[in-house]
């Protein structure tokens, strides 16, 4: 079966510091990866997608990053953080169009 | 721009009741449904989705989607307290890899 990792669980951080969010699946080959980050009292934002290696769609300008250097591995990164870069950030994976999706444990970001 | 509409709530339900959580959205070439549940300070769990209009039963739950009507619905038999969360439907279009989410319907399950 599928498992998909985050780590850390959580993480606190001063303003301006650089950040790394690194998010794993198992159990399935060329899955569609995405990284949303949930605010408090918010919906789901859309941040990033990837349908393969090196293939990045970005859906929202702002100081964060991300990167697919192996098929089931992605990173979020940010240079320095803001402020409202708080918030829950959460991966997810899907096997294909018009699939489900499936989230993993999530990164729970307090920037100071 | 395509919109999925949800009522915050929160809804509030006594144990034993059905439960009845709705969504409307705009995109008329939607073709997949998905509703989640997400507790408190955890990650959204995919419990249903549904492709196809009329109804879909997977134990204590009914998904139940009108595309004419673009209207799709949870049903939550016999509700109980661990049912309290809030659920979030996505939608996705056609051919897409992007569904869109709603912002989520908050359920109280009282005892």
């Known amino acids: 079966s599928q498992t998909i990792h985050q780590w850390p669980a959580t993480l606190v951080q001063p303003v301006g510091s650089p950040l790394s969010l690194e998010c794993t699946v198992e159990g399935t080959s060329n899955p569609n990866l995405y990284w949303y980050r949930q605010a408090a009292g918010r919906g789901l934002q859309l941040l990033f997608y990837s349908v393969g290696i090196g293939q990045i769609s970005s859906e929202v300008p702002q100081n964060l990053s991300a990167s697919r250097p192996q098929d089931r591995q992605f990173i979020l990164s940010s240079k320095k953080l803001l402020l409202s870069d708080s918030g829950f950030y959460l991966c997810?994976?899907?096997?294909?169009?018009?699939?489900?999706?499936?989230f993993g444990p999530g990164t729970r970001l307090t920037v100071l | 721009q395509k919109e999925v509409e949800q009522n915050s709530g929160p809804l509030s339900v006594p144990e034993g009741a059905i439960a009845s959580l709705n969504c409307t959205y705009s995109d008329r070439g939607s073709q997949s449904f998905f509703w989640y549940r997400q507790y408190s300070g955890k990650s959204p769990e995919l419990i249903m989705f549904?492709?196809?209009?009329g109804d879909k039963e997977d134990g204590r739950f009914t998904a139940q989607l009108n595309k004419a009507s673009q209207y799709v619905s949870l049903l939550i038999r016999d509700s109980q307290p661990s049912d309290s969360a809030t659920y979030l439907c996505?939608?996705?279009?056609?051919?897409?890899?992007?569904?869109?989410f709603g912002r989520g319907t908050s359920l109280i399950v009282h005892p």
């Open positions: 997810a994976w899907n096997s294909g169009r018009d699939n489900e999706q499936f």
């Open positions: 549904i492709y196809s209009n």
């Open positions: 996505a939608v996705m279009s056609g051919g897409s890899y992007i569904p869109t």
